[in-house]
């Protein structure tokens, strides 16, 4: 059975950091490529930053957080992170951990970890 559990979200002060991670099983981690979403109160879900499969030798990040947040992975533990520095009231967001392969046409999703940036 697959799993995707997000962690390490929580209230945090504008200009402060936090570390997302999500945490899988159930899968082949490494064939997939690896993203994360975020989705604010009343709005869509969007995309923030992705990961591709194997050695993670390719990222791409959003506008509005490239230069601050910062994704990576750990095939041993497989596990996605994102790492999140500088945060805004406009990150404030429940943030999705996603995997996904074309090869074998899967997408799964996590149930998500709340992050509220607030002072």
């Known amino acids: 059975q697959v799993h995707l559990v997000e962690s390490g979200g929580g209230l945090v002060q504008p200009g402060g950091s936090l570390r997302l991670s999500c945490t899988t099983s159930?899968?082949?981690?490494?064939?997939?490529?690896m993203n994360w979403y975020r989705q604010p109160p009343g709005k869509e879900r969007d995309f923030v930053a992705g990961?591709?499969?194997?050695?993670?030798?390719?990222?791409s990040y959003a506008v509005s957080v490239k230069g601050r947040f910062t994704i990576s992975r750990d095939n041993a533990e497989n596990t996605v992170y994102l790492q999140m520095n500088s945060l805004k009231p406009e990150d404030t967001a429940v943030y999705y951990c996603?995997?996904?392969?074309?090869?074998?046409?899967?997408?799964?999703w996590g149930q998500g970890t709340r992050v509220t940036v607030s002072s």
């Open positions: 996603n995997a996904q392969s074309t090869e074998y046409g899967k997408d799964y």
């Open positions: 159930g899968f082949t981690f490494a064939v997939y490529n």
């Open positions: 990961i591709t499969n194997f050695g993670g030798q390719t990222t």
